[in-house]
């Protein structure tokens, strides 16, 4: 069977499955690539947002990867992930014979090994694929994609990454090696996000200028991709999600398990941890992870920019 890279006249055919704030940048960058793609969410909103863009919607992800060359799952974890693929009204059902399931989820390396089995024991392909980048890179086709899987997998999906990343790194032909890349993403980016966090607070502590300590910090060393990135939130007293603190709460503890059955220390992910769940039990788990600034606050009674000791939504 020859490959879709193989076919320049045909357009191929994609579902994403997800339409939040990373699955509808993503479904646009494909769009804006010539690939014909139909939107799933369980929120009719995502997929009226896809409509207004001129996409196609679809009631079920069975309904949106039908003949589908190409299924694009952006869902939170590796339970939604399974439901997609094999619940009732799940893609399996409808993909073309020989498309690539491409999973953007963060789980455990394992169990993406699992999905992999028993994706390709039905005649499909399985890419591991979980990315990095946020929202605006999503919109852009700037993603970075860490994906691990077969030549093939990696051939027939190859339109799609194309369109949706700026950097797409093929770490290995099996599925796991991927998820694990993003792992070691997740551990630096939910520790770095609450150092940001305690930082920014800790300032407002010794009664400095926020602004200015954000201007000094992001040219000195003490820089982080993700205090330059998540403070703004913190000074603007917007907590808007979008990433929320329930994302670290379950990316932390899958790291946590990972090292706890190599016998691994991850003491300062252990710290973070502990914050992400202080936060969520505090009624901030659905709100942005930078709302971690308010937690310390509340802490320590130190006054933020906005309603620093209430959860927003």
């Known amino acids: 069977m020859s490959s879709l890279s193989e076919a320049p006249g045909r357009t191929v055919v994609a579902a994403v499955i997800g339409l939040g704030s990373m699955g509808l940048g993503m479904a646009r960058s494909m769009k804006r690539a010539g690939l014909d793609v139909t939107g799933y969410d369980i929120a009719p909103t995502a997929v009226d947002r896809f409509i207004a863009d001129g996409g196609r919607g679809a009631a079920t992800p069975a309904n949106a990867a039908k003949d589908a060359d190409i299924v694009v799952s952006v869902v939170v974890n590796s339970a939604q992930t399974e439901a997609v693929l094999f619940g009732a009204g799940g893609v399996t059902e409808t993909m073309r ?54 030549p093939r997998a990696f051939d027939t999906a190859r339109p799609a990454l194309h369109a949706m990343a700026g950097k797409i790194y093929e770490l290995g032909d099996a599925a796991g090696t991927g998820a694990a890349f993003k792992m070691i993403n997740q551990l630096l980016a939910g520790v770095h996000i609450a150092a940001a966090c ?19 910090i992001t040219a000195s060393a003490g820089n982080s991709w993700m205090f330059e990135n998540r403070i703004p939130h913190v000074l603007a007293g917007n907590y808007a999600p979008l990433s929320t603190i329930e994302i670290f709460v379950k990316d932390l503890g899958i790291v946590q398990d990972m090292a706890r059955s190599e016998r691994y220390p991850v003491p300062l992910v252990a710290a973070a941890l502990q914050m992400y769940l202080a936060a969520s039990g505090a009624g901030m788990g659905r709100d942005d992870d930078s709302s971690l600034a308010r937690l310390y606050a509340q802490l320590s009674g130190t006054q933020l920019p906005g309603l620093s000791g209430k959860p927003q939504s």
């Open 97 to 150: 014979p020989g498309a690539v399931f491409v999973s953007s989820a963060t789980m455990d390396p394992a169990v993406a090994r699992d999905l992999s089995q028993r994706v390709e024991a039905l005649g499909f392909h399985y890419l591991d694929a979980p990315v990095s980048g946020g929202a605006a890179k999503a919109e852009s086709g700037e993603l970075t994609i860490m994906a691990s899987g077969s």
């Open 198 to 216: 305690e930082a920014i607070t800790f300032a407002a502590k010794q009664g400095l200028d926020l602004d200015k300590v954000y201007e000094v």
